[in-house]
């Protein structure tokens, strides 16, 4: 749906509050079209159209491509270029535009406030070298510069490794590689461990290396890992005592040992995996436990597959989740795993501070088992299910509707808003409107229905 502005209204707003309004907007194209409203709306509007810079690629005909760079607009406009902070290039131009490369780094070399470069290469050798030094060359002369994010296919070459060594104060890099030569910042941690923040790694052959370079990290607060062998993430963590936020693979483990807790006492945890067992892959909770043995998790996300359908969670992991997170757990969204009603009633009863589930529901014939297992959920905002119903129960889940959803709302000590059954998601809000008379308003609570698009992200 497209924003509507009014004439009336805008000139009324300070100016001092129109940007974080319109920093709620998603879409570039209703940013473009508060542009056009007024010089109020356009100075206010610009930066925030010009703050990330992409390439986009037309497909026209069969084998031939139209590259839309941004480029261009910025050597016709280069007052734009102090705007920009977050920038993303791609070979592809270089293969299918390589006019246009010159003035893509012309254009980079004007963005003195640039804090964010992503370099993404899908070439299988390293035919685009040149150009990606040439980039790096120019990110080397701009001095704002602090992420730095790479996406190969052929991996990187011993030059390219080379340059990007030269870097130092960076808060965050991400290097994700599908083949070539792995690289875990070896002879470039040491001069990164005062500023580097945030890393994340998904190179070839991970497994294989030693995670004592991470001990050059101490200041690290977000990790991302793909690769990295189960059985090394506690000795990770003991060397990265700042760590908050991890997201890495359940490859399998060994024996679980509990005798050294990991420094680390993180907030978020986030594990990726899969089984041919709807019991999940051995030793996969035991694993989780021993990473949070603290009192400290906030946010749990687990991303599944198995062969045989939804994975399923043993209840004991649950209760001794709570025995360490009881008062911290805010976030349950584990996606594809199945819980039962009565792991949903424990959740909610035994984690009184909970604030959004989603999980896969087992089993259910009516919903209002669902609300009677949400009952001791009283700080619980957001639910979403994938609903497993009984046989005959099309009927019972057709008519949960707005009116239900809404009565699920504001029952006592409710502070639900958000409600996803499958693919529908209700959403409910306190809006003001105008009385019959037109002269004073109400506050009335609204839920609206739409269709969940994406549900496990």
Not at 16 to 29: F, G, K, S, V
Not at 419 to 446: A, H, S
Request: charged content about 25%; glycine content about 6%; some cysteine.
């Amino acid at each position: 749906m497209g924003l509507l502005v009014y004439e009336p209204v805008t000139s009324s707003l300070p100016a001092d509050i129109i940007t974080p309004i319109l920093e709620q907007l998603a879409d570039r194209r209703d940013l473009g079209r508060c542009a056009l409203v007024n010089s109020v709306f356009h100075r206010a509007a610009i930066p925030l159209l010009y703050r990330t810079l992409d390439v986009k690629t037309k497909r026209q005909g069969y084998e031939s491509f139209i590259i839309v760079h941004p480029s261009k607009t910025l050597l016709r406009r280069p007052e734009y270029a102090k705007y920009v902070r977050y920038v993303r290039e791609t070979a592809t131009v270089g293969f299918y535009e390589p006019k246009l490369i010159s003035d893509c780094r012309k254009a980079l070399r004007m963005c003195i406030n640039l804090r964010s470069f992503t370099w993404v290469d899908d070439a299988h050798d390293t035919i685009n070298d040149d150009n990606f030094l040439a980039y790096l060359s120019i990110l080397r002369s701009l001095p704002r510069v602090i992420e730095l994010i790479i996406r190969t296919s052929a991996g990187i070459s011993d030059e390219v490794w080379s340059k990007l060594t030269e870097f130092t104060g960076l808060h965050k890099i991400a290097i994700w590689c599908l083949h070539g030569k792995a690289r875990v910042l070896q002879g470039w941690s040491e001069q990164l461990g005062s500023s580097l923040t945030h890393l994340e790694l998904g190179v070839s052959d991970l497994s294989r290396q030693h995670p004592n370079f991470l001990s050059h990290l101490p200041g690290l607060k977000t990790l991302r890992l793909k690769g990295a062998p189960s059985n090394s993430i506690p000795e990770i963590l003991s060397v990265l005592p700042n760590l908050v936020s991890l997201d890495t693979e359940y490859l399998g483990a060994g024996r679980i040992f509990n005798d050294d807790q990991p420094a680390a006492s993180l907030r978020e945890l986030t594990v990726r995996t899969s089984s041919v067992d709807l019991q999940g892959p051995p030793n996969l909770w035991p694993w989780i436990a021993s990473l949070i043995p603290r009192p400290s998790l906030e946010t749990l996300k687990l991303h599944t597959f198995s062969t045989q359908g939804d994975m399923s969670m043993p209840r004991m992991f649950l209760l001794d989740l709570a025995k360490t997170h009881k008062h911290t757990l805010k976030h349950f969204n584990v996606n594809s795993v199945q819980l039962t009603l009565q792991d949903i009633e424990c959740l909610c009863t035994m984690f009184p501070n909970l604030e959004t589930v989603s999980c896969s529901l087992a089993w259910c014939k009516d919903h209002n088992d669902i609300k009677n297992a949400i009952a001791n959920g009283h700080n619980l905002r957001s639910l979403q299910l994938s609903v497993h119903w009984g046989r005959g129960s099309f009927a019972v889940r057709s008519r949960f509707n707005d009116e239900e959803a809404k009565e699920w709302m504001l029952r006592e000590n409710s502070r639900l808003r958000q409600v996803g059954l499958g693919d529908t998601l209700y959403i409910g809000k306190w809006v003001r409107k105008p009385t019959t008379d037109g002269k004073t308003t109400t506050l009335e609570f609204e839920v609206l229905r739409d269709v969940v698009q994406d549900s496990w992200i």
